[in-house]
């Protein structure tokens, strides 16, 4: 009788501590897609993208006013400030050997300074060099961290520290089913599956495609978060653009508000997630994306 009720004990406390963790919110590992120039109105019940209206956004929450900084165009400065709050007074997408950075005040820098792991995953790179140039439907502009200095020691094509973190996306799969892709993930699909050279019906069937993947895997299951969005809006345009979230600790069910966002608040949740601290540029400004979060508290360090 006494084993019986000890039994019940052991089991009620083991349910309360894994309610107790499902309840906290804590994120451990981060995706982000980015998608590229379409207004949230191009996308949005659009008949060409019928994987991310009648499947994600459903299944999701989203924001419905999610801006790319005022002025900011076109796109890397974009990318970059989603990896430093800042566009360090660039307004082309000109190549590293030009546009390079010095500074380690950028995002990929904090998360190595905290222990954490990172990884670009970028499609139809070879793997074999860091990718500083275009290569095939590879495009550096979409790919930020190629910008900074303590990156790619410094532009350098052979630099272990930049292939090692730079890697092809078709690794990422392999990661997925292994469990061993890192804390922050940045994917960055080709020029034609990113919608830029190509439709929305391309991009949106790539996502039905690769999605999936992501949140199958036990990365994601387990504290997951995995944020789809795009770079800026069409035609020069500052948006809206989409920003879709989705998480076992998201609001999801089709959850939706009209909070002013920018790719700062991006930058800011990712730092609030990982505990990183100081707060990059504009973060330091914007509005967290924790609304669209049941409850939000950033995850565990090493």
């Known amino acids: 009788m006494r084993r019986a009720i000890s039994l019940c004990v052991v089991m009620l406390v083991l349910s309360r501590t894994a309610a107790a963790q499902q309840a906290s919110g804590q994120i451990n590992t981060v995706f982000i897609i980015l998608m590229e120039n379409h207004d949230w109105s191009q996308i949005k019940d659009n008949p060409l993208a019928p994987y991310i209206n009648d499947t994600l956004l459903p299944m999701s929450s989203y924001a419905e006013q999610y801006f790319n900084p005022p002025g900011i165009h076109p796109s890397l400065p974009n990318y970059l400030w989603l990896e430093a709050g800042d566009n360090f007074g660039i307004f082309n997408d000109g190549l590293p050997a030009v546009n390079h950075q010095s500074t380690t005040s950028h995002l990929v820098s904090l998360l190595e300074n905290a222990g954490l792991t990172w990884k670009s995953y970028q499609e139809d790179i070879t793997g074999t060099v860091c990718p500083l140039t275009n290569f095939m439907r590879y495009a550096p502009k979409h790919n930020p961290m190629v910008y900074f200095d303590d990156v790619t020691d410094t532009n350098n094509s052979t630099s272990p520290h930049c292939i090692e973190h730079v890697r092809p996306y078709t690794e990422l799969e392999t990661d997925l089913a292994n469990d061993t892709v890192a804390r922050y993930n940045f994917i960055t699909p080709n020029l034609c599956n990113d919608m830029h050279d190509c439709g929305v019906d391309v991009g949106d069937t790539w996502l039905s495609n690769e999605v999936p993947k992501i949140l199958s895997s036990p990365a ?31 609001k999801g ?50």
């Open 220 to 250: 994601y299951q387990n504290g997951g978060a995995l944020f789809v969005t795009w770079d800026e809006g069409g035609g020069g345009s500052d948006g809206p653009v989409g920003f879709i979230a989705l998480s076992p600790f998201a």
């Open 253 to 302: 069910n089709g959850y939706s508000n009209r909070i002013y966002y920018t790719h700062s608040s991006t930058l800011r949740t990712v730092q609030t997630i990982f505990g990183l601290s100081p707060l990059l540029g504009d973060a330091a400004y914007a509005a967290d994306l924790s609304d669209l979060f049941v409850n939000f508290l950033p995850g565990p360090r090493p």
